[in-house]
T-cell receptor, first 112, second 109 residues
Framework: IAGITQAPTSQILAAGRRMTLRCTQDMRHNAMYWYRQDLGLGLRLIHYSNTAGTTGKGEVPDGYSVSRANTDDFPLTLASAVPSQTSVYFC???????????FGEGSRLTVL | GQNIDQPTEMTATEGAIVQINCTYQTSGFNGLFWYQQHAGEAPTFLSYNVLDGLEEKGRFSSFLSRSKGYSYLLLKELQMKDSASYLCAVMDSNYQLIWGAGTKLIIKP
């Protein structure tokens, strides 16, 4: 089934540890995004990539990094996790800047 | 600053009609989007408006007034499965989506 796969689905992490959330899509979409979703707040964009080889900063990029080595994969790395990074993380993709995003199932991250 | 406002929670009865409002103030406008998100799941795309007026898609309709910075999502013949959060998002002049916090819709039998 075509779509976006995120891993892990859930993780508990000690503060200070490094963590990479994986995201893979098989729809050949050129644009990909990482969002975090926190209770009472809208989805907030962390980083995005309009095409393979390019990345950009979103609204809340501090403490996160991304890479886009190919069309399909867009991993998100927390270099040194802090408790404020406890959230649900969604990876998404789209055909260009259409606004019709396809989301992965989310990764629930708890930093203690 | 950029801002999207929508009610936090609404309650409606199965079989009835409900209207979820969204007002926005953004730097530029390249379209307004509605997404549905069931609890514990990913958001899924519902509708897109870029011109003023009503877009109908089955039981769901979405309306846009650009001059008023206003949209609504209308859900008819409500079913229990419509219990979800409904997210309003606006694409700004940089083609970035600005998201509202979502409206949690509770359907009662």
């Amino acid at each position: 089934i075509a779509g976006i796969t995120q891993a892990p689905t859930s993780q508990i992490l000690a503060a200070g540890r490094r963590m990479t959330l994986r995201c893979t899509q098989d729809m050949r979409h050129n644009a990909m995004y990482w969002y975090r979703q926190d209770l009472g707040l809208g989805l907030r964009l962390i980083h995005y990539s309009n095409t393979a080889g390019t990345t950009g900063k979103g609204e809340v990029p501090d403490g996160y990094s991304v890479s886009r080595a190919n069309t399909d994969d867009f991993p998100l790395t927390l270099a040194s996790a802090v408790p404020s990074q406890t959230s649900v993380y969604f990876c998404a993709s789209s055909v260009g800047n259409t606004g019709e995003l396809f989301f992965g199932e989310g990764s629930r991250l708890t930093v203690l | 600053g950029q801002n999207i406002d929508q009610p936090t929670e609404m309650t409606a009865t199965e079989g009835a009609i409900v209207q979820i409002n969204c007002t926005y103030q953004t730097s530029g406008f390249n379209g307004l989007f509605w997404y549905q998100q069931h609890a514990g799941e990913a958001p899924t795309f519902l509708s897109y408006n870029v011109l003023d007026g009503l877009e109908e898609k089955g039981r769901f309709s979405s309306f846009l007034s650009r001059s008023k910075g206003y949209s609504y999502l209308l859900l008819k013949e409500l079913q229990m499965k419509d219990s979800a959060s409904y997210l309003c998002a606006v694409m700004d002049s940089n083609y970035q989506l600005i998201w509202g916090a979502g409206t949690k819709l509770i359907i009662k039998p």
